[in-house]
């Protein structure tokens, strides 16, 4: 079952007349997980792809099997590559749309899906680019660990039960300073250090 996380935006924030007295942004939260998550569902592009308000919808079709590749999928500023999986549905249906949702955010992206329908195992792939300025308000040099969902929807508004895969966000090297915490003693859970590494496809 899908955890609720509230995400923490930046909506609102001004980022005029409000310096403090040391030259900090006194407006400014740090950036934690749950906005790496919106950061990251704004900044991938899916051909037709469309983003839409809250977490997955729930799965109502048990028969239909999701599998994903078990290895660290790496999210890369500027970088596109190819998002794949397998299906396995007892019809010979083939879904009208991937969804997609990162733990955290407040929206999930609708990708529609190119292929025919085939009996027994299916094979899913769609392309993505990165938006390249992903981390211009996430903290810099920060390596972000995103736990991602992903399901299918097919024209009959059958939905399967999603499946979850380990991603990161690679901000090493961009990002902002003015959104790292004072302390990295308070660096929440689902954030890592620029020390911690991981590649994936």
């Not at 939260?29 to 809250?54: I, K, M, N, Q």
């Not at 999930?108 to 899913?124: D, F, N, S, Y």
């Not at 959104?179 to 308070?186: A, K, L, T």
């Amino acid at each position: 079952m899908l955890r609720t996380v509230t995400a923490a935006g930046l909506l609102g924030l001004s980022l005029a007349g409000c310096w403090g007295p040391e030259g900090g942004h006194e407006n400014v939260e740090p950036a934690d997980a749950s906005d790496a998550a919106d950061a990251l569902t704004r900044a991938l592009r899916f051909e037709r792809g469309e983003r839409e308000p809250g977490e997955l919808p729930t799965g109502i079709d048990g028969s239909v099997q999701l599998f994903v590749p078990g290895e660290l999928l790496h999210f890369n500023p500027g970088v596109g590559a190819s998002l794949t999986f397998d299906l396995i549905d007892p019809t010979d249906e083939f879904p009208e749309a991937i969804l997609i949702w990162f733990d955290g955010s407040g929206e999930h992206l609708v990708v529609p899906t190119k292929g025919a329908a085939t009996l027994g195992a299916q094979h899913i792939e769609s392309t993505y680019a990165l938006d390249v300025d992903v981390c211009d308000k996430l903290c810099a040099d920060r390596l972000y660990a995103l736990e991602m969902y992903l399901t299918v929807r097919f024209a009959t508004d059958r939905i399967a039960d999603p499946v979850s895969r380990p991603t990161e966000l690679d901000c090493r090297g961009r990002g902002d300073a003015m959104y790292c915490p004072d302390d990295d003693s308070e660096w929440p859970p689902g954030a890592g250090s620029g020390g911690v590494g991981g590649t994936g496809s």
